[in-house]
Nanobody, 118 residues
């Protein structure tokens, strides 16, 4: 079955960094764009990074809220996608999820909690 499993979250001080990891199974990983999302308490899920499938070169996209601070990457040989988060801010605190945007019918993983506090 399809599984997205996130890890790497934790508590970090403002200005700190974290690297989130996600392993994916049950899909032909290299054929799909991948994305990281986040959801803070009481808020809707928000897209924070996307990376295209590598069939014609890899491109990435970020909303202005994280551009220049977050970097998404992938390794098709390992069915894995990462999110490097630098200069974290209190507003970045949320549960972070990875998923394939075109497969929103697949179950979501448990996510990984990111807390930013001094």
């Amino acid at each position: 079955q399809v599984q997205f499993v996130e890890s790497g979250g934790g508590l970090v001080q403002p200005g700190g960094s974290l690297r989130l990891s996600c392993t994916v199974s049950g899909i032909f990983f290299r054929a799909y764009n991948m994305a990281w999302y986040r959801q803070a308490p009481g808020k809707q899920r928000e897209l924070v990074a996307t990376i295209t499938a590598m069939s014609s070169g890899t491109t990435t996209h970020y909303p202005d809220s994280v551009k220049g601070r977050f970097t998404i990457s992938r390794d098709n040989a390992r069915n894995a996608v990462w999110l490097q988060m630098n200069t974290l801010q209190v507003e970045d605190a949320a549960v972070y999820y990875c998923h394939a945007p075109s497969r929103d019918y697949d179950p979501w993983g448990p996510g990984t909690q990111v807390a930013v506090s001094s």
